[in-house]
């Protein structure tokens, strides 16, 4: 195969027809191509026209002298990085001034050392190409290759402004697109196949990106940070075209994506943003189109999300609530509420569990429905997971100072396992009030179990050697169940109620419940139904062999005292007469 070496072309505008030919005659025998125009208005032409490697422009030439013509090729966007030398028999401070002022790279004064001019454009050429290298660092995201969030601030500041003269005709379009499986892609597999994975995506997103950029120069498309990429668009139909291009990523994206020896699962989460409705600059409408997309997938939407001032709304409600929650955990506004655990042999407790509740002032009272997601956004979900194994301890001692006694379940969120050290924070807990740790049950839901495993899997075992017992919460609810039941230490299923709900009149709840509870059996693991509100739920759970249940049927959450009250004589007898 034969190398091709790219030789540099040189354009030369000089309307002095002796100086032009010595000029294009020197540099060809430099080994560089030359293209020579006689004024400034062909040089203008040629350069728009066609790619050069450096402008030589004499400043004093009719109809557009070459001031006018290295401001003109500034201001073209793919020219203003051109290396433009200005040529004059004048080398006064005025006019080395204005020709500086006009953009200019280097000055070369008449008459012309024809023995150094191949040396300076060479030097000049040489430089051109490590300042390409070092813009291309500055403006390309290592990994993929594609323009960065520097670039795209540029790309949609530029769109915005030709938007902006164009009196309505064209639009803007900002389209954030998130990858979000790659995080646990690298928590499970590793940073490597995580990178792969992103890769992978990044090239989908790409070409989806071409074959909607039919007439070319009408989209780009950024990686902004991490696993965000962001599509910039600019057409008349700018959101009809942004439409249609996350109909067709969706699309692309419903297969799994082969990665090394992997298959990955990879959908977008998008959201949308548009000039001039919803902002009339780059740094709001990015905003606002990662707002829409934070809304998509909250509300794990699988179509692109488009800004409103509802969803801005619900973002700054949500901001704030945050901000509340994090002054509601310094100021001990958090209280715990029990819901009894019941065993169908015989109708006794088994135990309770500890569940959140929030009292604000001002506020009212909050579902932790609303404020436990955004905690799992932030580490606020550490202080949180720390203050309600501390409350449950105190509260078991309390009970047994009564004489009154049961186990408490807490749950522990997958970040505890990964940032934290959940077996140390129990020891220090359970010893600080004297209570053992063999009362707490360890609740982790599956979707929890998707981060680091083998961390989780330590932490569960160092839990059960302290003679907790582990629950899996929700359970076949989240990702690859069977998997976890072989690898983890577990103790007992909470059936999740999306499957109790119609378990005596649907056949599929019913046939998932029975092969839960049969494998169960199996594995020597008891099982509680969650979400029992009814006596038909009730006596299909009892009749098929379930060990325990929760639910309304029998009792919603309540303060401690009324678990003592409705308990603790009752228990206290039971456990006199075994």
Not at 288 to 314: C, L, N, P
Not at 489 to 499: G, N, R
Request: charged content about 25%; hydrophobic content about 45%.
């Amino acid at each position: 195969m034969t190398l091709r070496i790219k030789i540099p072309t040189v354009l030369i505008a000089d309307d002095d027809e002796i100086s032009r030919l010595l000029l294009a005659e020197t540099l060809e025998q430099a080994g560089l191509r030359v293209v020579a125009v006689a004024d400034g208005s062909a040089a203008l032409v040629a350069a728009l026209e066609q790619e050069f490697s450096v402008a030589l422009l004499d400043v004093n030439m009719p109809q557009v002298d070459g001031y006018e013509v290295c401001r003109a090729l500034r201001a073209a966007p793919d020219r203003k990085h051109l290396p433009i030398v200005m040529i004059t028999g004048r080398d006064d401070a005025t006019s080395i001034a204005r020709a500086f002022d006009a953009g200019a790279t280097d000055f070369i004064s008449k008459p012309v050392n024809w023995t150094l001019l191949p040396h300076r454009i060479h030097y000049i050429l040489r430089n051109a190409e490590t300042d390409k290298r070092l813009r291309h660092l500055a403006y390309h995201d290592e990994l993929t290759g594609l323009p960065n969030s520097q670039a795209l601030l540029d790309l949609a500041a530029d769109a915005i402004a030709e938007a902006a003269v164009s009196g309505g005709v064209e639009g803007v379009a900002l389209v954030q697109v998130d990858v979000e499986a790659c995080s646990r892609i690298r928590a499970m597999f590793g940073p490597d196949a995580g990178d792969q994975a992103l890769l992978a995506f990044a090239h989908i997103l790409r070409q989806c990106v071409t074959t909607a950029d039919a007439d070319g120069g009408r989209m780009s498309v950024a990686r902004v940070d991490g696993d965000r990429f962001v599509v910039c668009l600019r057409d008349p139909s700018a959101q009809a075209r942004a439409a249609a291009l996350s109909v067709a990523l969706s699309a692309a994206l419903e297969e799994p994506v082969r990665c090394a020896e992997h298959h990955f699962f990879l959908p977008p989460k998008l959201g949308m943003s548009f000039f001039p409705q919803h902002g009339g600059d780059v740094k709001t409408l990015l905003t606002h189109a990662a707002t829409a997309k934070h809304h998509a997938s909250m509300t794990e939407s699988r179509t692109a999300v488009i800004y409103s001032d509802e969803i801005g709304a619900q973002a700054r409600q949500r901001l704030a609530l945050g901000a509340a929650l994090r002054k509601a955990v310094r100021a001990e506004q958090l209280t715990l509420y029990f819901q009894p655990k019941i065993r169908l042999a015989d109708n006794s407790l088994a135990g309770v569990e500890a569940l959140l509740r929030w009292f604000d002032p001002e506020l009212g009272e909050i579902s932790p429905a609303r404020f436990i997601p955004l905690a799992e956004e932030s580490d606020l979900i550490l202080d949180i997971g720390h203050w309600v194994v501390e409350a449950a301890c105190r509260q078991l001692n309390n009970w047994q100072s009564e004489g009154f006694e049961t186990s408490i379940a807490v749950n522990v969120s997958g970040k505890e396992f990964v940032h934290g050290d959940p077996a140390k924070l129990v020891t220090s807990a359970t010893s600080a009030v004297g209570v053992k740790p063999t009362s707490i049950v360890v609740e982790i839901t599956e979707s929890s179990l998707i981060g680091d495993l083998s961390r989780v899997q330590s932490g569960l075992h160092a839990l059960r050697s302290l003679g907790c017992k582990v629950a899996v919460d929700d359970f076949g609810t989240g990702y690859s169940s069977l998997t976890y039941l072989k690898k983890l230490p577990l103790d007992e299923l909470k059936l999740d109620q999306s499957f109790i709900k119609d378990v005596d009149s649907d056949y599929a709840d019913a046939a998932i419940c029975i092969a839960v509870l049969s494998l169960a059996r199996d594995l020597g693991l008891s099982v509680t139904a969650e979400g029992v509100e009814t006596g038909a739920q009730f006596q299909w759970l009892r009749e098929h062999g379930c060990n325990n249940v929760q639910g309304y049927f029998f009792a919603r959450p309540m303060p401690a005292q009324e678990i003592l009250r409705r308990y603790g004589a009752s228990e206290r007898e039971r456990k006199r007469r075994a």
